[in-house]
């Protein structure tokens, strides 16, 4: 499977807890997105990487969250002391330098 | 006024009609437009992309973008069951950087 793949596909935790997703784009996009969708809404763009460079954050993204994209490759995204408002999917997407963006299957996280 | 307008639904439909979705938007940068279907616990997929105004068809999809009215639309033709989903409208700004800003979605449902 060469599409965007994203690890786990889904994650509970307790409130206060940290938790840390991946995503592994296609390869040789030099893009990567973050974004967050909640029921009944279309995903929220949060943050976006060119390469190992994080360009642009949305001020949705509050100081809990950091995400990371070390070598150019795979991105993490990570949420300290979790709250239960970021109960959502956390989509993941990848492009070759293009607006056509290609989606995960997303994590689910439940925070309880 | 968010930027992106899409009428949530759901849309029900007997199978073999001819399916109108639509969005409207209120930013005139926007020059990229693109049509998303999501199904239920998935990622979204990318279904059509366009960047001027007119159609575009791929075989039972068209997908519609009037500029000046600030209106996209996306056709399906011969609607089968396993076109049930939720269709996102999105769009983007030149270069991208920020990421596509997304409609609601419209959940249409197909009937046999």
């Known amino acids: 499977d060469t599409g965007v793949s994203q690890n786990p596909r889904h994650k509970i935790t307790k409130r206060g807890q940290n938790v840390t997703f991946r995503c592994d784009p296609i390869s040789e996009h030099n893009r990567l997105y973050w974004y967050r969708q909640t029921l009944g809404q279309g995903p929220e763009f949060l943050t976006y990487f060119q390469n190992e460079a994080q360009l642009e954050k949305s001020r949705l993204l509050s100081d809990r969250f950091s995400a990371e994209r070390p070598k150019g490759s795979f991105s993490t995204l990570e949420i300290q002391r979790t709250e239960q408002g970021d109960s959502a999917m956390y989509l993941c997407?990848?492009?070759?330098?293009?607006?056509?963006?290609?989606f995960g299957s997303g994590t689910q996280l439940s925070v309880l | 006024q968010k930027e992106v307008e899409q009428d949530p639904g759901p849309l029900s439909v007997p199978e073999g009609a001819i399916v109108s979705l639509n969005c409207t938007y209120s930013n005139s940068a926007f020059q990229y437009f693109m049509w998303y279907r999501q199904y239920s616990r998935k990622g979204p997929e990318l279904l059509m992309y366009t960047y001027s105004s007119g159609n575009k068809e791929d075989g039972r999809f068209t997908a519609q973008v009037d500029k000046s009215s600030k209106y996209i639309s996306l056709f399906i033709r011969d609607s089968q069951p396993s076109d049930s989903a939720t269709y996102l409208c999105a769009m983007n700004t030149r270069g991208g950087a920020d990421g596509l800003t997304f409609g609601k979605g419209t959940h249409l449902i197909i009937q046999p």
């Open positions: 997407a990848s492009s070759a330098g293009d607006e056509k963006l290609f």
